[in-house]
């Protein structure tokens, strides 16, 4: 069974940067899309970013895009999530999911594997 581990939360001032990782146990994340999603107390989870099966392709939310890349190390077997110019907004508990299929989807319940998550809090 598949297990993703996040890690790489923190506090950080607005304007820092944070680098998020997921490492995976029980198998493998290569071939498999990837994503990283967030959860804001009193919302719902949100599409942050995703990279396809072979890293060329990404995709990113309005609110992330230009400050946030996503990446994968296919010798690590991890998938990676820096986040520059963080703002207040970005506070939020950061969750990375697997999906069996190569094909990436910014649809959190398209997704299989599900990491606990890890926080991030941006302070102003």
């Known amino acids: 069974q598949v297990q993703l581990v996040e890690s790489g939360g923190g506090l950080v001032q607005a304007g820092g940067s944070l680098r998020l990782s997921c490492a995976v146990s029980?198998?493998?994340?290569?071939?498999?899309?990837m994503g990283w999603f967030r959860q804001a107390p009193g919302k719902e989870r949100e599409f942050v970013a995703t990279?396809?099966?072979?890293?060329?392709?990404?995709t990113y939310a309005d609110s992330v895009k230009g400050r946030f890349t996503i990446s994968r190390d296919k010798f690590k077997d991890t998938v990676n999530l820096q986040m520059n110019s963080l703002k207040p907004e970005d506070t939020a508990v950061y969750y990375c999911?697997?999906?069996?299929?190569?094909?990436?989807?910014?649809?959190?319940?398209?997704?299989?594997?599900w990491g606990q998550g890890t926080q991030v809090t941006v302070s102003s």
């Open positions: 990279v396809n099966w072979s890293g060329f392709s990404t």
């Open positions: 999911a697997a999906r069996r299929l190569t094909a990436p989807t910014v649809v959190a319940s398209q997704y299989d594997y």
């Open positions: 029980g198998g493998t994340i290569n071939g498999k899309a």
